[in-house]
């Protein structure tokens, strides 16, 4: 028997989209961003650097979402999240390339899966989060 099982995916139309709000977001915070898309796996679909936005943020905004989707967390909440674990882990997780636990970094979900992450940088981890909240409204997901 041949069956086919469909995965809901994230486009880049869509990216495009949830890069737009979050600009929309951060000019009516006054500030300026590096927005990141990636999907499922992590590969980056769309990205948008305000004029103006710091230069180093860019790479940091891609990491926000690439941490957002690889565990499925927010990075706001990561300093919670490893309070659970050894001291091992709590030291050697945040050494990990491109792992940040700092807010800006939401994953992105259609229901129960994971689709994707979004990372925005640049201004404080409270502007970067509610810009990334923005993102993911505007196309219909919820954090």
């Known amino acids: 028997m041949n069956q086919e099982i469909g995965q809901p995916q994230l486009t880049w139309q869509t990216a495009h989209q949830a890069i737009e709000a ?20 992590g590969v980056p679909l769309a990205f948008l650097r305000m004029h103006g936005a710091p230069l180093h943020s860019i790479e ?6 690439y941490t957002a989707v690889s565990f499925g967390l927010a990075t706001s909440q990561w300093t919670d999240a490893l309070k659970t674990h050894s001291e091992a882990v709590r ?12 807010g800006g970094g939401l994953p992105m ?11 925005v940088s640049g201004g404080s981890e409270q502007q970067d989060e509610q ?12 954090q």
Do not use: H, T
Request: proline share 3%.
């Open 91 to 102: 030291q050697g997780l945040p050494l990990r390339p491109r792992f940040v636990m700092f």
């Open 109 to 119: 979900r259609c229901g129960s899966e994971l689709i994707g992450g979004i990372g």
């Open 60 to 65: 940091i905004s891609e990491d926000k979402a």
């Open 131 to 142: 810009c990334a909240k923005a993102g993911l409204a505007a196309i219909g997901l919820q």
């Open 22 to 41: 979050a600009v929309r977001q951060a000019l009516e915070l006054g500030v300026r961003i590096n927005v990141s898309v990636v999907d499922a796996g």
